[in-house]
């Protein structure tokens, strides 16, 4: 079987290394096919950044690892353009002047990897001159990747005010160059999980594609059912033969407890994170379901305001990125009421019915 892309997000890594890959490239083509500018939404823990990261080895023309995929034949890999990845989950903005200073860093990380000179010294006329002097070395206009574009925005959102409303005010400068700069741009994609009207890159882009709730879209990220049959066949057969139940009761229970995520009103797509805790039992069935969470890189766990686990596990099951566990016997102070008082950071605020103990580091 081929090993499970447990934690990756990127395509070249996942290619090289043999994991499972669902191939998104149709409807990869379809978007490059069908317009320039788009903007995409879905929930945390989707597939976004390996969809970004798929854009970007295509544009940078790196054909080796898309042999056998949709696209494979119906790319020009003559060309190979500059690409501009911009992932906020790696840009420290815990701060007005840290927000600038980590953006500024990044264009001037961009500058070495490509080679290129600025003489501009504020952040905004910085970046667009970045972007019109990757064209001009070139000879392709450039391609711009964002990811999670709105991560600084949701984060504040609990600090003062004044605080947000100047995170805001930083992003809405620097993505208005965007807009004038849109003859040196071949292609630009950008992610997040809201949409925060006002800001500019919605305001001053008017020809921003938003394809959130285009049925023709509906499932660039997520795996449809069809997709979680086909691609994950072997592991489906292995898990329900561990769990003592038929591949068909299996893929019942997954529908009831998963259901899935629909952006058209119809076709319904997984959360690849879900999906894979589900399957990756199979894999280790000797040494049960306490480690088949730490294979997803989590070490220490216990229960929240419980103390630490001790004993077995009844069941685990992930959901929207977080763990649940219904223990048979546990360690810590309890009252048996299955009643959670305090919950760690890092855990959703939503308990789940019948498991009632969101686990954490």
């Known amino acids: 079987m081929k090993k499970l892309p447990l934690g990756t997000q990127s395509f070249e890594v996942l290619r090289r290394s043999g994991d499972v890959y669902v191939d998104k490239t149709e409807d990869i083509y379809n978007l490059i096919s069908s317009g320039r500018i788009y903007f995409l939404s879905r929930p945390r823990r989707f597939g976004k950044s390996l969809l970004i990261s798929t854009l970007k080895e295509l544009f940078k023309g790196n054909k080796e690892i898309f042999e ?14 500059p690409v501009i990845h911009l992932d906020f989950a790696e840009i420290d903005y815990t701060s007005v002047e840290e927000l600038k200073k980590s953006l500024m860093d990044f264009i001037n990380s961009t500058v ?31 391609v711009i990747l964002v990811d999670e574009y709105d991560k600084p925005l949701i984060d504040s959102l609990n600090k003062a ?38 800001l500019s890159v919605f305001s001053a882009l008017n020809n921003l594609n938003d394809i959130t709730m285009n049925s023709k879209y509906a499932g660039i990220c997520g795996y449809t059912q069809e997709e979680l049959e086909d691609g994950f066949k072997e592991y489906i057969g292995s898990t329900a033969e561990y769990m003592g139940i038929s591949k068909e ?76 566990v219904r223990p048979s016997s546990y360690g810590g102070n309890d009252d048996s009421s299955g009643n959670v008082t305090t919950v760690s950071t890092g855990v959703a605020d939503r308990i789940y019915g019948g498991f009632n103990y969101p686990v954490c580091k």
């Open 68 to 81: 056998g995929l949709y696209m494979c034949d119906k790319w020009n890999w003559s060309k190979k353009y």
């Open 112 to 142: 070495i990897n490509y080679n290129v000179s600025l003489t501009n010294s504020t952040l905004g006329s910085k970046f667009g001159q970045l972007i019109e002097q990757l064209h001009k070395a070139s000879d392709e206009r450039v």
């Open 161 to 198: 005010r004044e605080v947000h409303q100047e995170i805001k005010e930083t992003l809405h400068n620097f993505y208005q160059v965007i807009k004038g700069s849109d003859e040196h741009i071949k292609f630009m994609f950008m992610t997040g999980v809201s949409r925060f009207a006002g």
């Open 249 to 324: 009761e299996l893929l019942t229970k997954i529908k009831y407890w998963y259901n899935g995520y629909s952006w058209d009103g119809e076709e319904r797509v997984y959360n690849p994170f879900s999906m894979l805790a589900v399957v990756v039992m199979s894999v280790m069935p000797e040494i049960g379901l306490s480690q088949e969470i730490n294979i997803v890189n989590h070490s220490e766990f216990r229960v929240a305001g419980n103390g630490s686990m001790g004993g077995n596990l009844d069941e685990v099951r992930i959901m929207d990125g977080d763990y649940y």
